[in-house]
């Protein structure tokens, strides 16, 4: 392999992909050395050489399902990469198209994908950490960067804190020496450029993942980042009362909704119920659930699953006999139908004065669920582009935004299902798997003493929640 990028360092130099003398980077610092590997998409053989020495940097190739090039210059190495190893490429977009799908990572993926990334040279890591940052928060699984060129003033260190390894092809200090004993530069070059990368060190910039990925943070400091009020509001709750309960209280019986939230109430942050299973629903009924949630600091969810064209689903929110929007801090809605499903939702909106929130169904608890791939994808991307949106629904960590609320059923004391399709994960295994919020229903409502296990659950939840950002 030395011997090869011996050669290789001598065919960059020959194309004027390094370059001396006195230069200023795009970030206005003077530097006498300049590596520009752009113009080796003219030179096809030098591409490819480069391109497959690289590679052979991988660890584990077999195992990696995507790579990914960081734009411009790598995005001809990682297509050659992708097109000679089989490895299906994404890229991503620099800003997200105003129109459209609104995708920051074009290709094919799904969450939980191994991907590398390739990058032409690294000087501060800064590029390769936003590209990282945009991969993970699809759900990507990234670990390692392959690099032509690290400059070797602070990038490959800056990379590594936020748990990225990097490999080189070369550090500047090699490629000096290569060139150098090839007779293509003097000794002089050499000294100054050795000399001026110990002085000057490109700034520290990490992934910062503590303030990046929710999973690490707590309810409070994600709910000053929270541009969704009522996202804000819930996070918050949950910091004061510690619970991650969400109580799905499925009963047919207004007075029955009532007793239960009265008594779970205190340990709750959410309760959440199915309106038009209640047998005897009045205005009252709503009246005197939203005292409780005053009087015991709860915040009142809809599961309404909305799921049809915008103009129907505006209705449905807002009129009928159960008038949700009035009432209503949080509904569910399948993003099924589109971005129109949440501008319907938000029209009926217009004379509430009160904060909302929507959380999308993303991923189902249920046996043989449609809601796989793609779908899971476009969701995510909805969420990203409405504020009206506050978490998702969903079963595994598909997402690192920390403003946003994961909010996962199926859940029960015990690992089992029931003979509908419902199946269930234990409380430190849902947290585990990303949920902020826990929704229990009948592990509750079904139990002699309903308190009991009220509690139990709230404090099982919490504890799995504080080991996990205690990690
Ligand atoms: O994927 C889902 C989404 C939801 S909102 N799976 C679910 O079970 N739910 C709801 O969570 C469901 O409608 C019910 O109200 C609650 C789970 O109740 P349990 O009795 O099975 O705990």
């Known amino acids: 392999m030395e011997k090869e990028l011996k050669e290789l360092a001598v065919l960059l130099f020959d194309v004027d ?12 610092l003077r530097t006498p050395v300049y590596i520009d590997l752009r113009v080796i998409i003219s030179y096809p053989k030098l591409l490819n050489r480069i391109s497959s020495i690289l590679w052979k940097l991988a660890d584990d190739a077999e195992k990696i399902d995507q790579v990914c090039g960081v734009p411009y210059t790598a995005l001809p190495i990682a297509s050659l990469i992708s097109v ?8 991503r977009r620099k800003e997200a198209k105003a129109y459209g799908t609104k995708k920051l990572i074009e290709g094919k993926f799904k969450a939980g994908d191994k991907c590398v990334i390739i990058e032409d040279v690294v000087t501060s890591g800064s590029s390769i950490l936003e590209t990282v940052k945009d991969l993970k928060q699809e759900g990507l699984d990234v670990t390692e960067a392959l690099v032509i060129m690290d400059r070797e003033q602070g990038g490959k260190k800056n990379i590594e804190k936020s ?3 990097m490999k080189s092809l070369y550090t500047m200090t090699k490629l000096m020496e290569y060139l150098r004993e090839a007779d293509k530069v003097s000794q002089e070059t050499v000294d100054g450029v050795l000399e001026y990368l110990g002085k000057c060190l490109a700034p520290v910039k990490t992934l910062d993942k503590d ?23 819930l996070l918050q709750l949950m910091d004061m009362k510690e619970t991650t309960l969400c109580l799905a209280a499925d009963l047919t019986k207004a007075d029955d909704i009532l007793e239960l939230a009265d008594l779970a109430g205190p340990h709750i942050a959410v309760l959440k119920i199915h309106v038009d299973i209640i047998e005897d629903f009045s205005k009252d009924f709503i009246k005197n659930l939203k005292n409780l949630s005053e009087k015991h600091k709860f915040l009142i969810m809809e599961d309404r699953k909305f799921g049809d064209i915008g103009n129907t689903v505006s209705s449905q929110y807002s009129k009928g006999i159960y008038r949700i929007s009035e009432w209503a801090d949080l509904v569910t809605a399948h993003p099924v139908a589109g971005p129109g499903i949440l501008d319907g939702l938000k029209e009926a909106l217009k004379n509430i ?7 999308l169904i993303t991923e189902m608890s249920s046996k043989g669920t449609l809601t796989t791939g793609n779908y899971v994808q476009q969701s995510l991307a909805m969420a990203e582009s409405c504020e009206l949106v506050v978490g998702h629904v969903c079963q595994s960590k598909i997402f690192s935004n920390p403003e946003l609320i994961q909010l996962t059923p199926g859940v029960k004391l015990a690992k089992a299902s029931d003979d509908l399709g419902q199946q269930y994960n234990t409380p430190e295994a849902v947290v585990n798997s990303g949920a902020d919020l826990a929704v229990v229903g009948r592990g509750i409502t079904e139990a002699g003493d309903k308190l009991r296990q009220v509690i139990n659950y709230k404090n099982q939840l919490w504890s799995a929640y504080k080991n996990r950002i205690a990690q």
């Not at 992909?17 to 206005?28: E, H, R």
């Not at 999973?215 to 929270?226: E, H, I, Q």
């Open 211 to 233: 303030s990046n990925d929710r999973l690490k943070m707590d309810f409070l400091s994600r709910s000053k980042l929270a541009k969704n009020k009522m996202a804000a509001k």
């Open 17 to 28: 992909a390094v370059k001396f003398g006195d230069f200023v980077t795009k970030v206005g």
């Open 84 to 91: 000679v190893s089989n490895i299906p490429m994404l890229i």
């Open 163 to 165: 748990g990225i390894k």
């Open 353 to 359: 004065s009160d904060d909302r929130g929507v959380f």
